[in-house]
C-alpha cells in the first residue's frame, strides 16, 4: 500500500513540478558551465529522493501543512538558500521520525539541483519517460504478455477432444472431480443453435442430427452453424453491446422524440459481416479503429465497396453519448464525448477501467492519469474540441467527397432551374393557361427526377490538424495542466519501449489511431486476445474464465484457469486471430458437451456440489437464460412468423405513452430479427428491456440477466406471447391435425425441441381436452374450441423455465 | 416428524399440483411456519426479502414527490428583499447561466411572502397549503450540486452523480432493505399517465444494480401495472388451469434441475404475478377512500385531481409495505413544469396551483393516520434559479443554491436550515450539497452510508462515494 502511495505520488509531483519548471523556465537565464561535475539529474537523482521521503503527505492528493509542490514556492532557482524546501530538509524539521531523514548526501544532491537551476530533462511531455511503473506492478498476471503454456497431462484421457478439456480436467482431477456425464443430443444441438445463432433448432434440424450416425455429427453441425448468415447476427450482437451500439444520437431522454443517427446502422451492417466473414480479429480492430487511415478516402474518385465498408468500421466510436449539438454547451461537453470514448474503448478492447484516471492516478493499477491523457491523445484528432464537429455534421456521404461535391452542385443547378420554372407556372396559372400548366409539371418533374442523392455513413475521421493534448487536473477540462503526447499506458508496454510514433496513415490523417490499433494487435500484447477469447468464453459457458470482462486490473476477478486462458490467448494470436475457429476449440470440447444438470437431490453430498458448488471448476455446464433478443427471435422463429431479411436501416418503434414501446406494425420488417429494429439508447423495445436488454448510457461489457415479475407478467399476458401462440398452434394443427396427442407432440418439437415425457403427454392431453370444453361452453365453435386449447398449451410452452433457459 | 418444518419440495409433493401451492408456501414462510432450507441460502432467491439496516432505522419508507424542471426557490422558499430592493439593476457579479443570452439584471420575486407556523417559516403566497403544514417541513435553503441542465442534475438528485447508468437512490434503498410487502415492487414509480417527464425512466434505473430493485411504473388510469392482466381476456377457469400447467411444468423442470436458485426464483414470480393481480389493483383502488380523504388530496378539483391521486396512491403504497414510492409532476405546461425560463409569474401560478394541495394533504393524511413518523417525504427539484431575469419575466438554471423540503420520518419539523446570499444566487451558511442529503437519508432508514456499496466490476460502488464527495450526514435536519 505505501509503495503504491508513494508511487501515485511520484507521479503526481513530477509531473506537477516538471511543468512548473516548465513554465518558469521561460523566465529564468540558465547558468550552464557553472559546475564543475554535471549537475544532479531531476529524474536519476532527485525525483527517487522526493518519492521515498516526502510525497506521501505532500503530493497532489494529500497537501499537509498545505505544502503543495504544485507551486514553486518552496524553491528558488539557483538560490539554494533561500528555498524553504532546501531549508526545512537540512534543518532536519521534515521528513518527521527518526527513521525517516535524508542522508548527508541526498541533502547535497537536492541543494546542488536547486543550486544548478533545479532543471528536468523532458521538454514537450513534462515527465520522465519511465519511473512511474515499477518491476514488481509488472508482476501481475494480466499485465504480463500471454505464454503458451505446455498442455497437462491427465488421468482421464478419454475426456480430452481439444487442449480445453485437458486444462479443465487437471484442475479438476486434483480436486479429485471430472465432467459431468455428456448432454444428449436433444440438449447439444439446442445448446450449439442457441450459442451460435441465437435461434432455436427447427424439428426437422433435430431430427436430422438426432439421425446422423456419422462419428462427426455433432462438429458438423457446428460447422453448418458458424457457416449460417445467422452467426453474424446473433455474434454481432454480442459486440454491438461491447461497443455501446445505438441508432439514435444524443441522449434519448425523451420518449416521444427520436433523433436518429443516420446511417449508423452501416455500422451494425458491418460488425454482423465481419462475424460472417471471420475476419481475422486484429484485422476487425484496424478497421475499427482507423479504417479511415488505411485507405485515402479524400481524394478517391469513387469508393469502393472496400473503402465503405472501412469507413463504417469507424462506426464503433460514433454511439458514444454526445450533448454537443445543443448550443449552449462549451468545450466541456466536447470532453465528454473523448471520456466516453475513453471509456468504451477500455472495457470493450483493453479490459481496464481506466475511468479512474481521468481524475487521478488508478487506485488499484499501476494506470497513471499521464496514461489515460496520452491514451486520449490517440483520439484527439478525430474528437478534435478546437475543430469540432457536432454529431449531426459527423458524418460523410456513402459517396467520394469529389462525387459528392459534383452531386451537391448539380442539384442546386437543377433546383435552380426548378424554381426559374416555378416563375412561369405562377404566370401560366393566372392565365389559366392549362397546356402550359402540364408543360411545365412535366419539365419540372423531369428536372426534379435527375436529382441524385447520397446516404450517410457515420465514420470517424481526423478533423484539423491535430490539438495539443493535455492532463486535465483533477479530470477537470477547465483546469488543463500539462502538455502530453499520445502513447500507450505504460505497464502494458515492455519496460524501455520506444516512445510512440504514428504509424504512416493513408492520406491525410494523423496515424494516431492506426498507431493505437497496431499496437493494440501485436501478438504479444498482453491483454487484447486475453480480453477477447474470454468474452467468447463467457457467452458459451455463462461466466468469463476471468469473471469481470470488462476490468483485468487488480479490481478485477483472477482467472479461474489463467494458463487456460494463456494458452487459448496465443493460440489464437498465432493462428490468424480466427474467431469461428475459437468456437470450434471451445465447443467441440468434452468440457461444453457435459450435462448441466445438477445431481440428484439424494446426492448432495457429491463431490462437485461439497467442493465446487458454484461451478467455477466446470464439472458441468452452466444453465444460462436466453438474452432478451434471442427469446424474442425465438418465438418468432417457432411460430414461423420470422423475417429473416438481413442489414439496412433499422425497423421502427412505436413511442407510446405509457412506454411500453412496439415494433411498428406498418413499418415494413416489423417480423425482422431484434438486432435490426431500431436500437434506443434509453427506450429499447421495451419487450427486449423486460428482458434485461441493455440501456446505453455508455457501453455494456456484460449484461445482467435478471429474473423479475415484470418478464413472468409479460409472459402471461402480453399480446405478442398471444398473438404468437396462436400462430405457432395455427402450425401446429396444420401438421398435427385433430388428434390431441399428436398435437401436444408437435408443440413440444416445436418449442422445446424434444418430444413430451409420458407424464407431460398425458397431463397436457387432458389440459387440452378440458381447456377445449371450457371455451366450447363459453360459446365458441368446437374448430375454434380446439385452437384457443392448444394456443393455450403453446402458450404455456412457450413461458416455462424450459424454453427460457439453455441447458 | 409434525415437528420438523416442510421444505418447500416436500410441500410441493404433499399437495401434489396446485398453482396456489407455491403461493401457499411463500406465505407460509413469510409467516415462519416454512423452513427455509430447501429455499437456497443464497440472497438471490429472494432478494426483495425485508431486512435490517446497518443502524436503528428512524424511517421505514421514502416518498419522492420530485419537482423535476428546478422550483425557483426566490419565488417559493427563499424570500430576498435585497433583490427585489435592487430589481432592475445589474447583478455585482457575472451569473453563471445555462442558456445564451441572458442579460445580468437582478429581478425581485413578484411574490408575497409570510411568515407560517410556531418557526414563522416564510413561505411564498403560491404554496398556502404547504404553509399551512409548516411546522411538519424541514426547510432546507442551501443545497447545491454540480450541473446546471436539467439531465445531469436530475442524474445527480437520483443517482448521485451527473452521468448516467448508476442505480437511482430508490434502487440502492431496496437493495439495502428489502420490502415489507412480498406481493408488491419495492420501488414504485407513479407518473403523469400522460407520459414521461425529464430523462425518462432513466431516472428509476439501477443501473448495475440487479434490474429487481429498478422502479417498476404504476399507472394511475387503467392497468396499474404493465401486462398486470390478459390482453386477450379467457375464461377465469381456463385461465386458471393454463398457469396450474405451467406451474407443473416448471415444477417438474426443477425436478430435474435441482437447487437452481434462479429457476425457483422464476417459480417465485409467477406466483408474485398472480398475486400482484389482486394486491396491485386492490392498492391503487383510490374508490375506497373516503369522501373527506379525496377531497382532502384535491380530487374534485381538475387542476389537482391528477397530482393529487399520486399523492394519495403513494400513501397507499407506503401504508401497503412499499419501500421507496417516486411521485412525479404533471406533464402541463410541460414535462418539466417547474422549468419557468419565461412566463414566471403565470407558469408558476399554475404548477403550483396542481402540487401544493396534494403535496400538504399527503402530509397532513401521514400525520393523521400516524404514518409520518416512519415515512420520509422529500420535495425537492434538480436545481434552483436564478436572480436575474432571462427574457421579459422568466429565471434560468441555478445550480449553486436551491430550496428542498423534509418532512417525516425523523426530520425536524418547522426546522429553516441554511442561508444564500442576498440575491439567492450562491448557498452561503451551512452548505448541503446533493450526497449530504443522500447519506441524510439513508442514516434515517437505518442504512450507514459508507457501508451501502456494491462490487461492480471489481471496484466497491456506493451512492454517497464518501471519499472523493466527503458526504456527511446533516444532523442538524434531524429531531
Redesign the interface.
Known amino acids: 500500500m505505501k509503495r503504491m502511495i508513494s508511487r501515485r505520488f511520484m507521479v503526481a509531483t513530477s509531473m506537477i513540478l516538471c511543468y512548473a519548471l516548465l513554465v518558469l523556465g521561460r523566465h529564468t537565464t540558465r547558468t550552464l558551465g557553472s559546475e564543475e561535475s554535471p549537475p544532479p539529474s531531476f529524474e536519476k537523482d532527485i525525483l527517487p529522493i522526493l518519492a521515498k521521503h516526502c510525497h506521501d503527505c505532500h503530493g497532489g492528493d494529500r497537501q499537509e501543512a498545505k505544502l503543495d509542490l504544485r507551486t514553486l514556492s518552496t524553491l528558488v532557482r539557483g538560490d539554494p538558500g533561500s528555498s524553504l524546501l532546501v531549508d526545512i530538509l537540512e534543518r532536519g524539521q521534515m521528513p518527521p521520525g527518526k527513521k525517516n531523514k535524508l542522508s548527508p548526501a541526498e541533502l547535497l544532491r537536492i541543494r546542488d539541483w536547486v543550486k544548478a537551476g533545479a532543471h528536468a530533462k523532458e521538454k514537450l511531455v513534462a515527465l520522465p519517460p519511465r519511473g512511474q511503473v515499477s518491476d514488481k506492478d509488472r508482476l501481475f498476471w494480466s499485465f504480463q504478455p500471454p505464454r503458451k503454456p505446455r498442455v497437462p497431462v491427465v488421468k482421464s484421457a478419454d475426456r480430452v477432444r481439444t487442449p480445453v478439456d485437458a486444462f479443465l480436467l487437471a484442475r479438476l482431477e486434483s480436486k479429485g472431480m471430472t465432467f459431468s456425464a455428456e448432454a444428449d443430443r436433444h440438449t447439444l444441438i439446442r445448446r450449439a443453435y442457441f450459442d451460435l445463432v441465437g435461434l432455436p433448432p427447427s424439428p426437422k434440424a433435430v431430427r436430422a442430427f438426432l439421425d446422423d450416425g456419422r462419428k462427426d455429427a455433432y462438429e458438423r453441425l457446428i460447422d453448418e452453424l458458424l457457416a449460417s448468415s445467422h452467426y453474424g447476427e446473433r455474434w454481432g450482437r454480442h459486440w454491438l453491446d461491447a461497443a455501446g451500439y445505438v441508432d439514435n444520437r444524443l ?1 434519448d ?4 422524440t427520436i433523433y436518429p443517427n443516420d446511417g449508423i446502422w452501416r455500422y451494425r451492417d458491418y460488425v454482423v459481416r465481419a462475424f460472417n466473414e471471420d475476419k481475422p480479429y486484429d484485422r476487425f480492430l484496424i478497421e475499427q479503429l482507423a479504417g479511415d487511415e488505411l485507405v485515402d478516402w479524400r481524394r478517391a474518385a469513387k469508393f469502393t465497396t472496400e473503402t465503405l465498408d472501412l469507413l463504417s468500421a469507424t462506426g464503433y466510436l460514433r454511439s458514444v ?1 454526445d450533448h454537443t449539438s445543443e ?2 454547451y462549451g468545450i466541456d461537453k466536447r470532453y465528454d464525448v473523448l471520456f466516453g470514448v475513453m471509456e468504451t474503448f477500455s ?1 470493450s478492447v483493453l479490459g481496464l ?1 481506466m475511468d479512474c484516471c481521468r481524475c487521478h492516478n488508478h487506485k ?1 493499477d499501476p494506470l497513471p492519469q499521464r496514461d489515460y491523457y496520452r491514451l486520449m491523445a490517440c483520439f484527439e484528432p478525430a474528437f478534435n474540441v478546437f475543430a469540432w464537429k457536432r454529431p449531426q455534421e459527423r458524418f460523410l456521404a456513402d459517396v467520394a467527397p469529389l462525387e459528392r461535391a459534383t452531386i451537391d452542385q448539380q442539384n442546386a443547378q437543377l433546383d435552380k432551374q426548378v424554381s426559374a420554372l416555378q416563375a412561369l407556372l405562377k404566370v401560366a396559372d393566372k392565365a389559366k393557361d392549362v397546356a402550359g400548366i402540364a408543360d411545365l409539371k412535366t419539365r419540372m418533374g423531369m428536372l426534379q427526377a435527375k436529382r441524385r442523392s447520397y446516404g450517410k455513413v457515420q465514420a470517424l475521421w481526423d478533423v484539423g490538424r491535430p490539438p495539443a493534448s493535455r492532463l486535465m487536473r483533477r479530470g477537470n477540462v477547465n483546469a488543463p495542466g500539462v502538455l502530453i503526447q499520445p502513447g500507450f499506458p505504460e505497464i502494458l508496454q515492455p519496460a524501455g519501449t520506444t516512445p510512440f510514433k504514428a504509424a504512416s496513415a493513408a492520406g491525410d490523417s494523423s496515424g494516431r489511431r492506426l498507431a493505437l490499433a497496431r499496437w493494440l494487435t501485436r501478438s504479444d500484447h498482453p491483454l487484447t486476445a486475453r480480453v477477447l477469447v474470454n468474452r467468447v468464453w463467457h457467452h458459451h459457458f455463462g461466466r468469463g474464465i476471468v469473471a ?1 470482462l ?2 483485468f ?5 483472477l482467472p479461474t484457469h489463467p494458463e487456460l486462458l494463456d494458452w487459448l490467448a496465443v493460440d489464437f494470436a498465432e493462428n490468424g486471430w480466427s474467431i469461428k475457429r475459437l468456437h470450434r476449440q471451445i465447443m467441440s470440447s468434452s468440457a461444453y458437451r457435459q450435462s ?3 445431481p ?2 439424494e446426492a448432495k453430498t457429491s463431490v462437485g456440489e461439497r467442493i465446487d458448488p458454484d461451478n467455477s471448476l466446470l464439472w458441468r455446464m452452466n ?1 444460462r ?1 436466453l438474452e432478451a433478443e434471442v427469446i424474442r427471435d425465438s418465438i418468432l422463429t417457432i411460430s414461423g412468423t420470422l423475417d429473416r431479411q438481413m442489414g439496412g436501416p433499422p425497423v421502427e418503434l412505436t413511442t407510446p ?4 414501446s412496439e415494433v411498428k406494425t406498418s413499418a415494413t420488417g416489423s417480423q425482422r430479427r431484434s438486432i435490426y429494429l431500431f436500437a434506443r439508447r ?2 429499447p423495445l ?1 419487450f427486449l428491456e423486460i428482458f ?1 436488454a441493455p ?1 446505453m ?2 457501453n455494456c ?1 456484460q449484461r ?11 409472459l ?4 405478442f406471447l ?1 398473438a404468437q401462440s396462436e400462430r405457432l398452434a395455427s402450425r401446429v394443427l396444420s401438421t398435427a391435425g385433430m388428434k390431441l396427442r399428436a398435437q401436444v407432440r408437435e408443440s413440444f418439437q416445436a418449442a422445446l425441441s424434444r418430444p413430451p415425457r409420458d ?2 403427454l398425458s ?2 392431453d387432458g ?1 387440452l381436452a ?2 377445449t370444453r ?2 366450447a361452453a ?1 360459446n365458441k365453435t368446437r374448430e375454434q374450441a380446439i385452437r ?1 386449447a392448444l394456443a ?2 403453446c ?3 412457450v ?4 424454453f ?2 439453455v ?1 | 416428524m409434525s415437528d420438523m418444518p416442510l421444505s418447500r ?1 416436500e410441500l410441493l409433493r404433499t399437495f401434489g399440483n396446485g398453482f396456489g401451492t407455491l403461493a401457499l408456501a411463500g406465505l407460509l414462510e413469510q409467516a415462519g411456519l416454512l423452513g427455509k432450507e430447501s429455499v437456497t441460502t443464497r440472497p438471490s432467491s429472494r432478494p426483495l426479502a425485508s431486512r435490517p439496516g446497518h443502524l436503528t432505522a428512524k424511517a421505514k419508507a421514502v416518498i419522492q414527490l420530485f419537482q423535476n424542471g428546478g422550483p425557483s426557490q426566490m419565488d417559493l422558499f427563499d424570500p430576498k428583499p435585497e433583490l427585489s430592493k435592487r430589481h432592475g439593476q445589474p447583478h455585482p457579479e457575472q451569473v453563471e447561466t ?3 443570452g441572458n442579460r445580468n439584471v437582478l429581478m425581485g420575486s413578484p411574490f408575497r411572502f409570510a411568515k407560517h407556523g410556531q418557526a414563522g417559516m416564510e413561505l411564498s403566497e403560491l404554496l398556502p397549503q404547504l404553509a399551512s403544514v409548516a411546522d411538519d417541513l424541514c426547510l432546507v435553503r442551501s443545497m447545491h450540486t454540480e450541473n446546471n ?1 436539467h ?1 445531469f442534475a436530475i442524474n445527480m438528485m437520483q443517482a448521485g452523480k451527473t ?3 448508476r442505480p437511482a437512490m430508490g434502487s440502492w434503498i431496496g437493495y439495502a432493505l428489502g420490502t415489507e410487502n412480498q406481493d408488491l ?1 419495492a420501488y414504485i414509480v407513479l407518473r403523469d ?4 417527464n ?5 431516472v428509476w ?1 439501477s443501473g ?1 444494480l ?3 430493485y429498478q422502479g ?2 404504476f ?1 394511475a388510469t ?1 392497468t396499474p ?8 381476456p ?2 377465469r ?2 385461465q386458471a ?3 396450474d ?2 406451474s ?3 415444477a ?3 425436478e ?5 436458485s ?2 425457483e ?3 417465485q ?2 406466483e ?2 398472480a398475486r ?1 393481480q389482486l394486491s396491485a389493483t386492490d392498492v391503487l383502488d383510490l374508490s375506497r377512500e373516503s369522501s373527506a380523504t379525496r377531497t382532502l388530496y384535491g380530487l374534485n378539483n381538475p387542476a389537482t385531481a391528477g397530482y393529487g391521486a399520486r399523492c394519495l396512491m403513494a400513501r397507499r403504497l407506503v401504508e401497503s409495505g412499499v419501500r421507496f414510492v417516486q411521485v412525479f409532476p404533471p406533464l402541463s405546461p410541460s ?1 418539466q413544469p417547474w422549468d419557468n425560463h419565461g412566463n414566471l409569474r403565470d407558469g408558476l401560478k399554475t404548477i403550483c396551483g396542481h402540487v401544493d394541495q396534494p403535496s400538504a394533504a399527503l402530509l397532513r393524511d401521514l400525520k393523521q393516520r400516524g404514518l409520518l413518523d416512519d415515512v420520509i417525504v422529500m420535495w425537492t427539484g434538480e436545481f434552483g434559479r436564478l436572480p436575474i431575469t432571462e427574457g421579459a419575466d422568466g429565471r434560468d438554471h441555478n445550480r449553486h443554491a436551491f430550496s428542498l423540503l423534509m418532512a417525516g420520518g425523523g426530520f425536524k419539523g418547522g426546522c429553516i436550515h441554511g442561508s444564500t446570499d442576498d440575491f439567492g444566487y450562491r448557498a452561503l451558511e451551512n452548505r448541503v450539497s446533493v450526497h449530504d442529503l443522500h447519506a441524510t437519508i439513508l442514516h434515517q432508514l437505518g442504512i450507514d452510508h459508507t457501508r451501502l456499496s456494491f462490487l461492480h ?3 466497491p460502488e456506493r451512492l454517497t462515494d464518501p471519499e472523493v464527495t466527503g458526504a456527511r450526514i446533516v444532523h442538524e435536519l434531524l429531531a
Not at chain 2, 399517465?193 to 414521461?196: L, N, R
Not at chain 2, 401495472?225 to 386477450?232: E, F, I, K, M, T
Not at chain 2, 430435474?256 to 437452481?260: C, G, K, Q, T
Open positions: 441522449f431522454g425523451d420518449l416521444a453519448e448550443p449552449q472495457t477501467t488499484y469481470t470488462g476490468n486490473g487488480r479490481s478485477g476477478s448441466s444438470r445438477r440428484p437431490a444453465l437464460r405513452v405509457d412506454g411500453a434509453v427506450y421495451k434485461d440501456i448510457p455508455v461489457t445482467s440477466s435478471s429474473a423479475t415479475v415484470l418478464q413472468s407478467l409479460t402471461l399476458n402480453s399480446e398471444f407424464a407431460e397431463r397436457c389440459f378440458d381447456q371450457t371455451y363459453d384457443r393455450d398449451l402458450h404455456m410452452l413461458s416455462t423455465n424450459e427460457l433457459y441447458e | 419440495r445555462f442558456q445564451l441542465n439531465p452521468f448516467f447508468g415492487p399517465p400522460a407520459g414521461y425529464t430523462s425518462g425512466r432513466m434505473s448495475w440487479p434490474a429487481v417498476t411504473e399507472s387503467g401495472v404493465l401486462h398486470l392482466r390478459p390482453s386477450r379467457r375464461p377457469e381456463a388451469r393454463s398457469q400447467l405451467l407443473q411444468l416448471n417438474m423442470h426443477l430435474e434441475h435441482p437447487r437452481e434462479e429457476l426464483a422464476r417459480v414470480n409467477f408474485l404475478a400482484m414535462f466490476n471489481g471496484r
